[in-house]
């Protein structure tokens, strides 16, 4: 059974060193998902760059899962985090791997 909750990643920016690269994986419903990505908006706002997300459903769970990834200036405390949810996983396997749909692989593999 996997339960709701907001992985977590993040990395120095390889385009610009001063930011962070962010990478937050939301599992939960569709309405959970649209609020803690707005409090995550709005937490590490400005956002540099947003990359395209992933989205899809939890197999044999009534949950469904959501990829943000994006750069910030921000680096906000873990404590800070968990204002935002309270189950949240540092998870080091969310990052861009090397190859095509690498961290979707990961996800889907994972997750679904």
Do not use: C
């Amino acid at each position: 059974m996997i339960e709701r909750q907001v992985r977590y990643h993040s990395l120095r920016s390889r385009r610009n060193p001063q930011w962070m690269e962010w990478f937050f994986l939301i599992i939960n419903d569709n309405r959970y998902i649209r609020e803690i990505s707005a409090k995550l908006a709005k937490t590490f706002a400005p956002i540099a760059e947003e990359y395209k997300g992933l989205e899809g459903t939890i197999k044999g769970e009534n949950l469904r899962f959501k990829l943000l990834h994006f750069e910030s200036e921000k680096n906000p405390e873990s404590g800070e985090l968990t204002r935002i949810f309270k189950k949240m996983i540092k998870d080091y396997s969310l990052y861009d791997r090397q190859s095509i749909d690498g961290l979707a692989n990961y996800i889907r593999r994972k997750f679904s």
